[in-house]
């Protein structure tokens, strides 16, 4: 079965880097590609970006753009998520997805969800 | 890109049937059909139940539906059930993805 596993919770201060990673199974990590949504406390969903597992392809949310990196392992069928220059209001639960359509061009519809990484920014 | 427009609640009573909006413009909602909804239980990852506007994933109940008209798109759940209460966004994508605020939906 399709599983998301996500790394564990973190606590970082203001300024810092924190980096989430996303383990994939139970389908061909390479043929779909991984969205990352957060969700700040009591706050809807965001969505920040979208990888290719494929070959690699970005598209970053612009309010995000030149704060976040996505990239990908293949050898270990991982997703992970950089972001950059912390503040306090990235305070939130980070979310990776897949793709429901296999090779998609681009992320718009997400059929499986990790569970949910805290990140917690604070001084 | 603004957030889609959702009501901030909705209610209704185990048996009936509630329609949920999702307000965007002709640059996202209104011009393409990428239209998705997912439904999020408190502490829980959102689960897609519509995408491509009106299409079901395997293992979603068909008492779950959706459509569009102009630049809204509606989630209509029919035979309301206890376990359908929880929250629900509205997803359009045209470059990038743009969530609503979501709706929380009251069985009462």
């Known amino acids: 079965q399709v599983q998301l596993v996500q790394s564990g919770a973190e606590v970082k201060k203001p300024g810092a880097s924190v980096k989430v990673s996303c383990k994939a199974s139970?389908?061909?990590?390479?043929?779909?590609?991984i969205s990352w949504v957060r969700q700040a406390p009591g706050q809807g969903l965001e969505w920040m970006g979208w990888i290719s597992a494929y070959n690699g392809n970005t598209n970053y949310a612009q309010k995000l753009q030149g704060r976040v990196t996505m990239t990908t392992d293949t050898s270990t069928s991982t997703a992970y998520m950089e972001l950059r220059s912390l503040r306090s209001d990235d305070t939130a639960v980070y979310y990776c997805?897949?793709?429901?359509?296999?090779?998609?061009?681009?992320?718009?519809?997400?059929?499986?969800w990790g569970q949910g990484t805290l990140v917690t920014v604070s001084s | 890109q603004s957030a889609l427009t959702q009501p901030a609640s909705v209610s209704g009573s185990p048996g009936q049937s509630i329609t949920i909006s999702c307000t965007g413009t002709?640059?996202?909602?209104?011009?393409?059909?990428?239209v998705s909804w997912y439904q999020q239980h408190p502490g829980k990852a959102p689960k897609l139940m519509i995408y491509?506007?009106?299409n079901r994933p395997s293992g979603v109940s068909n008492r779950f539906s959706g459509s569009k008209s102009g630049n809204t798109a509606s989630l209509t759940i029919s035979g309301l059930q206890a376990e359908d209460e929880a929250d629900y966004y509205c997803s359009s994508y045209t470059s990038s993805v743009v969530f609503g605020g979501g709706t929380k939906l009251t069985v009462l």
């Open positions: 997805a897949r793709d429901i359509l296999p090779l998609a061009a681009a992320g718009d519809s997400f059929d499986y």
């Open positions: 491509d506007v009106s």
């Open positions: 002709s640059s996202d909602v209104g011009g393409y059909n990428y």
């Open positions: 139970g389908y061909t990590f390479t043929s779909y590609g």
